[in-house]
């Protein structure tokens, strides 16, 4: 079994350093090609060899072959191994296939020549997901849609344990949104207790997070937060479950007003009969009690009639 790559950082050195290293180079070698250049000219000039000013053959041939390596071993390979990193920026190093570190540090940095570089960013980043058509767990068609934050934090990992791990993060979200929406109700009756994805949205919230983060683990990716932006019934049931919402909330409202009215109708009666302000029989108090609750839980406003007494002739 492969092991897992993890970060690590890679060697480095400052490049405007090394950049000063390769001009002095440049100039020292480029210096003495021209001294020799003139004084090979000079010795031309008066008839004479070149070996005579030199030492022989062999000694042009060195001088040559150390000028051409001055220049084609030390100085131009070099220039590929200067590179920039950006705040909130990471750059991998990989020579001849290995993984040889990462340089997280913002600047301008000088390494190997020949390992390959490449950039990946450490912002925070939003993935929107698209509005998804499921059902929930009583069988419901639901849209529901979510908004994740995230960010790399093991840039050895995004780099090499999937092959795009942008993507990845994509697809796995989508994923987890629909298996917590199979989990959980869209909605139920607040005496029952079973938490559903309308009723708790901060431990659905955290439950997507947490799903999230089990999943992107391995690309080296850490969900910061996970939270659902879109969530309704589907259009073919919206328009039923509107009218049993309505349904629901009308029959809320009905009972809490038939609680209030009971309760005040059992105040008056009491006070009545403390005070002793008035002696009513059974017959009169069935009378008041259904005048009270009428006037109560009307809908409209309630025409009182005035009793003035009985007319004998």
């Known amino acids: ?7 690590f950082p890679a060697f480095k050195v400052n490049g405007f350093v090394v950049l000063a ?7 020292v070698a480029g210096w003495y090609l021209w001294s020799t250049v003139q004084g090979l000219e000079a010795l031309l000039a008066r008839g004479l060899k070149v070996t005579d000013f030199i030492g022989g053959e062999d000694s042009v041939a060195e001088l040559v072959a150390w000028l051409a390596a001055t220049l084609f071993v030390v100085v131009i390979p070099s220039l590929s191994g200067f590179f920039s990193v950006e ?6 190093l990989v020579l001849f296939g290995k993984y040889m570190g990462t340089v997280r540090e913002s600047g301008f940095w000088w390494t190997n020549p020949f390992a390959s570089k490449q950039k990946i960013s450490l912002r925070v980043r939003n993935f929107n997901s698209k509005i998804i058509k499921v059902n929930d767990a009583e069988g419901s068609p639901i849209e529901i849609a979510a908004v994740v934050v995230w960010q790399v934090f093991d840039s050895a990992k995004s780099r090499f344990a999937v092959d795009d791990y942008e993507e990845f993060v994509a697809i796995q979200s989508e994923t987890a949104i629909r298996s917590l929406a199979i989990r ?3 909605d139920t009756p607040d005496e029952t207790g079973t938490p559903s994805l309308r009723g708790i949205p901060d ?15 391995v690309t080296g990716v850490e969900v910061i937060e996970a939270r659902l932006s879109h969530l309704a019934y589907a259009p073919e049931i919206a328009q039923m479950m509107l009218r049993r919402q309505q349904a629901k909330a009308l029959i809320d409202a009905r009972r809490q007003i038939v609680e209030g ?6 105040e008056a009666l009491n006070r ?4 002793q302000m008035v002696d009513l029989d059974d017959e009169r108090k069935a009378s008041m009690i259904n005048n009270l609750l009428v006037v109560l ?9 005035i009793n003035t007494g009985t007319l004998y002739n």
């Open 87 to 92: 705040p909130n920026q990471a750059v991998v």
């Open 203 to 217: 431990e659905i919230a955290q439950a997507l997070q947490k799903e999230l983060q089990a999943r992107l683990e």
């Open 21 to 27: 290293v390769v001009v002095a180079l440049t100039l």
């Open 261 to 266: 009215a009971v309760g005040m109708v059992n």
């Open 1 to 7: 079994m492969e092991q897992k790559i993890k970060e």
């Open 297 to 305: 839980t009307s809908e409209q406003t309630a025409q009182p009639v």
């Open 272 to 275: 009545l009969s403390q005070e």
């Open 184 to 186: 959980y109700p869209y």
